[in-house]
């Protein structure tokens, strides 16, 4: 396993990491997620992603109870919020209030003193940045948290988080974390070249753009027991279902057998590729799937071959 720093920090993480969302605490029973947690940290996989909602915490309690065993210091573990929590109308967004709760409960519920990382899941238009910001840097003063991020920010709402926190000298993000994959590249435009101007990471979710880019669903099939079947999950691989994608996804799979390795393999080598994202966020059901992924990050892509993926993706 490779390890980057996580923007401008000394922070560094796994290339690839292990998140949570619609397996742990819901569709994975409790001992198979923690035996693939298991063999991710034996992979060397250091970081690890949750967020409050993942079934209303279900997911922080099975992936920080799995991480227990493990000396404190040898992994990175995140957690989010703005979803809604409750019905109450303070039950959601990125208020002071809101935060300041969300954060404590997090931490009791994953029984930590600190999570490593922070994520504003989504920017929150009802709240000034400003707020959000102060209350985080309140959290990493009183050592809750120790790095700030947000999740799906466009480039404007990056440059204005940094223009703020600068402004009244509070700790600055340093991670962005959003979709990113061979079918999903809007981030490459904006989102980037701004990220990196103010040393800011991604660590991007959906690199296999929900299992399509394994090549399992070729023919607009979908396996009975595969994420897909998945009703939460089902709605974003329709997204792919059509022939343009599919036939892109056909040439890339033959496009691996040729270079000897996997179609999920060679997907993750390529977001690799990219210097500003400082991880692939992958999610497994089984240990089996976590040792797939881990390849990529072992691949080396030459030009001519990232030129051949740019053709097919053209």
């Not at 709760?101 to 519920?109: G, I, P, W």
């Not at 996997?262 to 210097?275: C, D, E, G, K, S």
């Amino acid at each position: 396993m490779n390890y980057r720093r996580l923007g401008r920090t000394g922070l560094k993480v796994s290339e690839i990491s292990l998140g949570s969302w619609l397996t742990y605490g819901k569709s994975v029973e409790d001992d198979t997620a923690t035996k693939t947690i298991h063999k991710a940290y034996e992979l060397g996989i250091n970081f690890f992603d949750s967020a409050n909602v993942y079934e209303r915490g279900e997911g922080e309690k099975v992936m920080a109870k799995a991480l227990k065993e493990f000396p404190r210091e040898s992994y990175v573990i995140t957690t989010k919020a703005f979803w809604p929590m409750g019905e109450g109308p303070n039950d959601r967004g990125l208020s002071r209030k809101h935060v300041f709760e969300q954060v404590h409960n997090s931490l009791k519920r994953m029984e930590l003193d600190y999570v490593d990382i922070f994520y504003c899941h989504r920017y929150d238009p009802e709240t000034p940045v400003d707020e959000t910001l102060r209350v985080i840097d309140d959290l990493i003063r009183q050592g809750k948290i120790l790095y700030a991020g947000v999740s799906e920010w466009s480039a404007a709402q990056i440059e204005e988080a940094v223009g703020i926190a600068d402004k009244y000298l509070l700790d600055r993000i340093v991670v962005n974390q959003p979709q990113y994959n061979m079918l999903n590249r809007y981030i490459e435009d904006e989102v980037i070249p701004v990220s990196s101007k103010h040393g800011i990471s991604q660590v991007v979710f959906s690199p296999l753009a929900q299992g399509v880019l394994t090549g399992k669903y070729l023919g607009g099939n979908i396996p009975e027991n595969s994420r897909a079947a998945n009703d939460d999950i089902n709605m974003f691989v329709k997204n792919f279902m059509n022939e343009d994608v599919q036939n892109k996804v056909g040439q890339l799979d033959k496009l691996a057998k040729e270079l000897d390795t996997t179609l999920p393999a060679l997907a993750i080598a390529w977001i690799l590729r990219q210097p500003n994202v400082a991880s692939a966020l992958v999610g497994a059901s089984r240990p089996d799937q976590i040792e797939a992924n881990v390849k990529g990050a072992s691949l080396e892509l030459s030009n001519d071959v990232i030129d051949k993926i740019e053709d097919i993706l053209a």
